[in-house]
């Protein structure tokens, strides 16, 4: 999963589909909780814009491939 604070998913979804505030939230709410979609993720991205996004994904691309990864 790709996970970002939600004040910033917010901003996101209001500056890219032109809704306000309270539309975004509603549509977040209609969404599976943030905690549960981890617990069930395999993978967590960040994309919060501190952290880098190609590290994240490399490491792991490089658990994939060397089998360390167990679902």
Do not use: H
Not at 1 to 12: G, H, S, W
Not at 41 to 56: E, K, M, S, Y
């Amino acid at each position: 999963m790709v996970y970002a604070p939600v004040d910033l998913r917010i901003q996101r979804a209001m500056y890219r589909d032109g809704a306000s505030e309270e539309q975004v939230r509603a549509r977040i709410a209609a969404q599976m909780d943030d905690e549960e979609k981890r617990r069930r993720a395999d993978f967590t991205v960040v994309n919060d814009g501190v952290q880098l996004l190609i590290p994240q994904l490399n490491k792991i691309v490089e658990q994939l491939k060397t089998e360390k990864f167990v679902p």
